[in-house]
């Protein structure tokens, strides 16, 4: 007889013999065909994801690429050179003209260190002997100490002075110890000639405020730029050894005194350094590129067209791979093409508007290897940086530059975040000498006619651009059509670094098509996650159902064998008799 017990019955042979389970398996294999469907299925839409996480890494780390450089101080690199940098040296950013200066430097800036004059045999000895305080002026401003308790150490008045919140932004103490005596030191924190340091009133003090000596006095730096000012006894100062205001886009770091010998210090632009920032934007660029062709790429070299992981993904191809493509083949966003009128010389536009027009194009070699990849032509972009070394520049990583092709106007300000980049058509009317009203791109812009300021209309991209109007004769300024030549224009110029920058922002954000697209496969997955676990359950309850079915089948045939064998024993007895 069969033995089996409910939810898990097993067969032994003591019944028919049939091997039933052996049946059973084959049946419940063949039911768990579409189970093995649905995992196929599902790790095909995981592996998708997968490939959309790799994408998504890639994206970010251009964007990271793309950020170290989408500011012309970064990417515009200018190079200083000193005669002599133990006299002087100094550094540039992208305003510096390419330029030589001469520099003497009569005084170095110094700040003010006081010492006592009297010392300690050890650090431990007592400062204060009873209760005191400590007061001091710095820069002409008195600061008293108070409450400094007594057997206060020498140690302990130099934390005092180093963490009291009147005290520890102006000086700074320590310890000196001249292999006899122990001191105390005070110095200033500031270079100047107005940031002294006069101890006046120290009561409860071993030492008296007359038991300070000033070992180095605060001064200016004094100095000469390319000569001026003229005369032995004329001298810039400054309070400071670090100056960045005397030669445009250059700070000066002084270092020691070189009266009567003027050294040279020269600005040039960094144009290999622009090359290796351009190459590597094209290289990190088809970096990705690539990576989109790979994920959506067809194969013809067989018999069948058969596609990638990604093949005909709309998210890949038009969100992300368009949008990429666009950026370089596209004007550069608030810029306008270049013109020149032969006849006059006048000149109009930016001269780099389009980065083609600095050798970097895209490969249209159909079924080439390098399809749709970037590629740069460096003598076409050696020979604009030899041109115009800022325009190449500005088209690469203006930051929000805000210009104005318009005398009548000039930009001042945008709200980051707010304010849109693009190009402005800007028309006003003073009226009685006054600013009435203005427009921006057709649209009512406010006007503050005391300070003779536009500001851009809430709810456009204009929104947060302050400009202010330079022409204040009575009139009407500006023409509705942008392209007339009395239209004036406000261009807030945003670089194609910028503008990638921005895209992968967008491409990667938490509510990118990246993510969007990720949260439906991942949707989808769990449904088929649903479905597997349906078709479990029910394969579970049909593999019960069968093998409680075949267990009574397989104890109704060992009855019918018991019964078949008692009876062919009866017969063979009667035959026997």
Known sequence: M????SGNINFTGLGSGTDFQSLIDGLIKLERVHINRLESWKSTWSDKVEKFQEL????????TTLKSMDTLDEFMTKAVTSSDSDIATATANSQADVTSHTLEVKYLAKNDIVVGSIGLSDAKDVYYSSAGSFTFSYAGK?????NIPAGTTLEGMVNIINNHADSRDKIRATVLNDGFYTRLQIYGLDLGSENRIIISNTPGSVFTENNYLTTQYSQDAWLKVDGFPPGSNAWMVRDSNTIDDLVPGVTLNLKKPNLGNPIHIGVTTDKEGMVENVQKFVDQTNEVRQMIKDLTSVSTSSDKAKGSILTGNYGVELLIGQRLKEVVASKGIGFSWFFEDEATGNTRGDRYSALSQLGIKTNADTGGANMGLLELDTEELTKALNDDPMAVAKLFSANYMGESESSNLTYLSHITGVTKPG???VQYEVAGGKLV???INGVAASVDSTSWQITGPAG??????????ENRADGIYGNSDVDASDAMKINLKLGKIGETVEILSDITSEDGPLEILQDNYATIMDNIDKKIEYEEDRIALKKRMLTEKYARLDELLGNYQGQ??????????????
């Open 564 to 577: 078949s064998a008692s009876l062919t024993a009866s017969v063979t007895q009667l035959m026997k008799s």
């Open 2 to 5: 069969s033995d089996y017990t």
């Open 142 to 146: 008195s600061v008293t100490l108070s």
């Open 437 to 439: 009203s203005a427009t």
């Open 460 to 469: 456009t991209d204009a929104s947060g651009m302050a400009i202010r109007v």
């Open 423 to 425: 190009q402005y058509n």
């Open 56 to 63: 998504n890494t890639a994206l970010l780390g251009l964007q």
